[in-house]
């Protein structure tokens, strides 16, 4: 189990620097077990939460700093741990989304399409049947009928505000699992800016 750390406030990390030398550093921001800032000898810097998966220990990357802040770096590391505690690999998960978004621009697929061929690329990183069908049926109750006829690249944050803001109050858990489900899109645009318009308006949702 990671060793538990004080939490450093966004100033503290502001103000971490590479004590020297020519290897990377990683440093314990505390919040989320395992998150790091990696630094780098030309000041670089990036989060990566250090986790087990399996039996095999894993760094994954979360994105570089400033541009993600300490308080997304911490959301980011939980829902990746949350997505393992659900024998999810966050790796593996994020290799077959950008290989579906991918196929999905490519050949201009409707969401529901990109959904289907997303599944079936992606069994590998369940390890659990029953959390790879509630995904898959929050999914079908929720997004399809709402803009699953659509074109990947043609969906707007309007409509998945549209599917989030109504169950998130009374149906917490199930909007959790949609915005864990949904994730994967905002990999690629145009769920990049719906991910960030979603965190400013509905509170932290995706």
């Known amino acids: 189990m990671p060793k538990v750390t004080d939490e450093l406030s966004a100033l503290d990390v502001k103000h971490l ?7 990377n550093v ?16 030309k000041r670089g810097r990036s989060w990566v939460l ?14 570089g700093f400033p541009a993600v802040t300490l308080s997304q770096a911490r ?36 969401f529901a399409d990109a959904v289907d061929n997303y599944l079936s690329a992606k069994l590998g990183a369940f390890k659990n049947a029953k959390h790879r069908q509630q995904w898959q049926n929050t999914l079908e109750t929720y997004a399809k009928p709402a803009f699953g ?21 009374e149906k917490t858990e199930t909007a959790s699992r949609l915005r864990g489900a949904s994730r994967p899109f905002c990999l690629g645009q145009p769920w990049q800016g719906i991910a960030r318009a979603t965190t400013r308006r509905v509170g932290q949702v995706i």
């Open 75 to 110: 959301e980011k590391a939980r829902d990746a741990r949350d997505k393992i505690s659900q024998d999810i690999d966050p790796i593996e998960e994020d290799k077959a989304a950008k290989a579906a978004l991918a196929a999905a621009q490519r050949r201009g697929l409707t």
């Open 17 to 23: 620097v590479h004590p020297g030398g020519s290897r």
């Open 149 to 169: 006829k659509m074109l990947v690249q043609d969906i707007a944050v309007q409509d998945v505000l549209g599917v989030l803001q109504p169950i998130w109050t």
């Open 26 to 41: 990683l440093i314990s921001v505390g919040g989320v077990p395992g998150l790091h800032l990696q630094l780098t000898p």
């Open 50 to 63: 250090r986790v087990k998966v399996g039996d095999a220990r894993r760094d994954i990357g979360l994105g």
